[in-house]
């Protein structure tokens, strides 16, 4: 069964911090993976795909990293802001589904002022 | 380009009573997906639509869900009777390739 793991679940930091969320997932077999943000009672908003040719990806203030043969992905978030606060997940595409997305559970993250 | 648009927004019912969604994907992309989402956990997939046809239904529970998509465009979820463990938010996504656009979701309360 192909799975998805997010670490750490929730997540607290002052303002103006680094961070790094992990995602790890079962299969290395994958077309891509997205990170996703979700506002509380909001959809998702796609924040970056990796091709799984790609090492990484870069989009203003974050930056996402794959490595495929480990089954890991992380994203880098670089000076935090307090509307940075969110729920973040992790969705690979499996090869093999049929261009379904397999979610992990997220990282909350609260940054605070 | 307008995203995908999801109505209604929020519902309440009672547990029994019957209730649906809408969704209107991205113009042009044939692949429509349902998700549901229930509070601290990750989308989960119901099911998924290629044009008007269904790709995959299995984690649908066909006994209160039902679904379609009419014209290979709009799609309604409707689930009948609800329970109470349907409380969740509805997603709808569309897709064109190996990308996925997600709506707002629909909140469902069950009471």
């Known amino acids: 069964k192909q799975e998805v793991t997010q670490i750490p679940a929730a997540l607290s930091v002052p303002e103006g911090e680094n961070l790094v969320l992990n995602c790890s997932f079962t299969d290395s077999a994958i077309y891509n993976l997205q990170w996703f943000r979700q506002d509380p009672g909001k959809g998702l908003t796609s924040l970056l795909l990796i091709q799984s040719s790609q090492r990484e990806q870069t989009s203003g203030r974050l930056n996402a990293s794959l490595d495929k043969s480990s089954g890991r992905s992380t994203l880098y978030i670089a000076a935090s802001q307090p509307g940075d606060s969110a729920t973040y997940l992790c969705a690979p595409l499996f090869s093999g589904s049929a261009r379904q997305l397999t979610f992990g559970s997220g990282t909350q993250l609260t940054v605070l002022p | 380009e307008a995203g995908v648009a999801q109505s209604p927004r929020y519902k309440i019912i009672e547990k029994r009573q019957s209730v649906a969604f809408w969704c209107n994907p991205i113009s042009g992309h044939a692949t429509l997906y349902w998700y549901q989402q229930i509070l601290g956990q990750g989308p989960k997939l119901l099911i998924q639509f290629q044009n008007n046809g269904v790709v995959d239904d299995s984690q649908l529970p066909k006994d209160r869900f039902s679904a379609e998509r009419l014209k290979g465009v709009d799609s309604t979820l409707k689930i009948q009777p609800a329970k109470l463990e349907d409380s969740a938010v509805y997603l709808c996504?569309?897709?064109?390739?190996?990308?996925?656009?997600f709506g707002p979701g629909t909140r469902l309360t069950v009471t």
């Open positions: 996504a569309s897709g064109q390739s190996y990308e996925q656009y």
